[in-house]
């Protein structure tokens, strides 16, 4: 290869579109870990072009493994993005604390509504999500192969299977399909079955299918590719071979590791030798890469043998990394790749998103510990709204130093930590029972926030 062609080719592989992010919400029970499960085992047994390639924290299902899925729907040469990034952890949760530079790391969104039960109130949470943080989505109306006089059509596209039932089933479908539609049209959207939609940022397509028959699946990457093809080219036009940058999904003690984070890049990419700056509970945290880990395909139980090591990521893609440093790292937190940069400026850069979502914080108060930044956000406006200060609010589980800061509030009330989807650390336990302090726990915020609340009005009664 001549130096021309081979500046010709690195051109090309750094002007390379990067795959779009996609999230799964929905209401509990709708269907969403069995839409993933099934979109993971069809890629797998489809299996021969691209299958599907897991990432931590991620699927990848390659353009061409899409095209076989999709069959006549999906023709690979109209497309030049490389298929499509399933975030693992369905949910709101991991949607609303998964943030890049501000907004939500998602790019599109899948919400799962069961045609049975229509709308639901996560699903109108789901939607109000995902209205503030502009991100388009599709609907996935699950379970068709519930209704009664069902007549699948394998293999064929869904808009054939729907014409072809019998009118009894046609109709008993079409009362629960037409629902969601008005439904989400109550919520200020509007909406089609996804087959009658043109222009899929200004209507919500529906997809009827099923998680479990996997009919109408091939329809929903088919519109998913399409949807980030035609209207979000430009946002995935990223130099996929530059100085990376993405969000940490989970800080995670690895045996000959230490601790890791497990990160979803966005942007760029990252080696296996690069210097990194991490969001951590102090402040960035400034190391190096010592390995990149990649799970390994039917990993053995040997928990030193589930990793292989890469020697660079490119966006996007599902990474664990392994560095130096990382037990102050937070959740949520942004991650730099420095290498050509100036660090002063990927410091500031960590910094300034860091303090978009710090919490302000009193002389007197609580103390807060939640799993994630984006948590410590909720339950921080969520006690912001009940008009309860806060001393001092960290991501972490809680440690004996909370303990320590909780037992310097003057007040009863305030010698309290509140725990959001955090564990217990055994010496921090012994410390508590020791001491004055009082701990409260949940995974739901406003259950948190009433508990301490009704604790409150407990002491105050007794001190009347
Ligand atoms: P999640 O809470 O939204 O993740 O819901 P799950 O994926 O755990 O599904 C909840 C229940 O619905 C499980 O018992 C699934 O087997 C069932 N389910 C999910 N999708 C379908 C579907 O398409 N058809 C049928 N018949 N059952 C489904």
């Known amino acids: 290869m001549s130096d021309t062609d081979a500046d010709a080719a690195s051109t090309a592989e750094s002007n390379a579109l990067r795959t779009p992010i996609v999230a799964v919400l929905g209401h509990v029970d709708h269907g969403k870990t069995t839409l993933l499960d099934t979109i993971r085992g069809s890629a797998v ?17 390659p353009l061409e493994t899409v095209s076989e899925m999709a069959g006549d729907l999906v023709d690979p040469t109209d497309f030049d993005l490389p298929g499509l990034l399933f975030i693992d952890t369905p949910g709101h ?12 790391l998602a790019d599109i969104a899948v919400v799962v509504v069961d045609v049975n039960d229509g709308f639901q109130p996560q699903t109108i949470e789901a939607l109000e999500i995902l209205q503030r943080t502009g991100t388009p989505f599709v609907v996935a109306a699950n379970k068709i192969d519930t209704t009664p006089g069902w007549n699948p059509n394998d293999g064929r596209p869904i808009q054939e299977t729907y014409e072809k039932q019998s009118q009894n089933a046609r109709s008993r479908l079409d009362e629960n399909l037409y629902e969601i539609i008005g439904d989400l049209s109550d919520e200020g959207f509007s909406a ?12 919500v397509g529906v997809v009827p299918l ?30 996929v071979t530059g100085p990376g940058a993405g969000t940490v999904l989970e800080v995670k003690d690895e045996r000959g590791f230490g601790a890791t984070v497990d990160v979803v890049l966005y942007d760029g990419s990252v080696r296996a030798d690069d ?8 402040g960035p945290i400034v190391t190096e890469v010592r390995a990149l880990l990649q799970p390994r395909p039917n990993a053995e139980i040997r928990v030193e043998k589930r990793f292989d090591k890469v020697d660079e990521v490119r966006a996007a893609a599902g990474i664990k990394i392994a560095a130096p440093e990382l037990d102050d790292a937070m959740a949520g937190a942004p991650i730099r790749v420095v290498r050509d940069r100036d660090i002063e400026d990927v410091i500031e850069e960590v910094e300034s998103e860091l303090a978009e979502i710090q919490v302000s914080t009193e002389e007197e108060g609580v103390v807060v510990k939640a799993d994630t930044l984006g948590s410590l956000e909720a339950m921080a406006n969520a006690l912001r709204e009940a008009e309860v200060p806060i001393l001092r609010a960290e991501v972490g589980d809680v440690a004996p130093r909370d303990v320590a800061v909780a037992s ?30 009082k701990l409260f726990e949940d995974d739901v915020i406003y259950q948190l926030v009433e508990g301490y609340e009704n604790y409150v009005d407990e002491i105050e009664r007794a001190q009347q």
């Open 192 to 203: 089609d079955l996804y087959w009658r939609v043109q222009n899929f940022t200004k209507n």
């Open 45 to 61: 047994s489809e299996g021969e072009a691209g299958a599907i390639t897991q990432h931590i924290g991620a699927t990848a299902v």
């Open 408 to 437: 310097t509030a003057n007040e009863e009330k305030h010698r309290v930590i509140l725990g959001f989807n955090v564990d217990v650390l055994s010496n921090a336990e012994t410390e508590l029972d020791e001491s004055e302090v």
């Open 93 to 104: 949760h991991s949607f609303t604390t998964l943030r890049s530079r501000g907004g939500a």
């Open 210 to 239: 099923s998680a479990i028959t996997s009919e109408g699946i091939p329809d929903l990457l088919a519109v998913l590719m399409g949807l980030s093809q035609r209207y979000m080219k430009e946002q995935m036009a990223v130099d």
């Open 275 to 282: 210097e990194i700056v991490v969001g951590g509970i102090d």
